[in-house]
């Protein structure tokens, strides 16, 4: 079975700031990887996926996130913190191929000027 | 790119009513959909997978005779929520899947409020 922890529900930073989502994972395969950005009221906008090969993956609006088999961890970074960046940000894991893809809790991001 | 319109973005019903929820993929044929419940601050919770001209299948707790799901062709697949109450109030959402390793497409949502 395949499962995703956020770790921190609620990150805050000042705008300019790194910003660190961290996302584990536990597969009985080996996954895929996601991370999905949420703007109220609204789907979902996929920021970066990893599916095999290099495991440093970069993403839209300078995202980025490194699949780190050892740690079973996939963790989003971005340099510099935007205010547009202020959002709900979810991890999800896919198990075998044509499965549905499990999410995590979110972790809701702000921003500060 | 693969597109999913999901249909409506905001429903309001009473109590007791059935409505229905349409994903249509726009541009690709979606050989499986998934649709995903989120309530408020919340994760998104799988509860169910659809396939072309098969049966549903319904993630453990999820009641299926008051979510009908249906998939009668490869670019259509309906939610109906059954007489609806206010504890069905939520953001529902779907997502397609083209083929088994391609990308998973999500829909932009419904809000459903039974009133």
């Known amino acids: 079975a395949q499962s995703v922890t956020q770790l921190g529900s609620h990150v805050s930073v000042s705008e300019g700031a790194l910003v660190l989502l961290r996302c584990n994972y536990s597969?009985?395969?080996?996954?895929?990887l996601f991370w999905y950005v949420q703007y109220p009221n609204q789907g979902l906008q996929l920021l970066l996926k990893y599916t095999t090969g290099a495991t440093l993956v970069k993403g839209i609006n300078g995202f980025e996130a490194e699949f780190k088999k050892s740690e079973t961890s996939f963790h989003l970074t971005k340099p510099s913190a935007h205010m547009s960046d202020a959002a709900e940000y979810f991890c999800a894991v896919r198990g075998q191929a044509g499965t549905a893809l499990i999410f995590g809790k979110g972790t809701t991001l702000s921003v500060s000027s | 790119g693969a597109v999913v319109s999901q249909h409506p973005s905001r429903v309001i019903c009473k109590s007791g009513t059935s409505v229905k929820i349409e994903c249509r993929s726009l541009?690709?044929?979606?050989?499986?959909m998934f649709w995903y419940r989120q309530f408020p601050k919340k994760s998104l919770m799988l509860m169910a997978t659809s396939n072309e001209g098969s049966k549903a299948t319904y993630e453990q707790g999820v009641e299926k005779d008051k979510f009908l799901i249906n998939h009668a062709s490869l670019t259509l697949s309906t939610l109906t929520v059954t007489s609806a109450h206010p504890e069905d109030s939520s953001f529902y959402i779907c997502?397609?899947?083209?083929?088994?390793?391609?990308?998973?497409?999500f829909g932009s949502g419904t809000r459903l409020t039974v009133v």
């Open positions: 541009d690709f044929q979606a050989t499986t």
């Open positions: 597969s009985s395969v080996p996954p895929y």
């Open positions: 997502s397609a899947l083209r083929r088994a390793n391609y990308g998973y497409t």
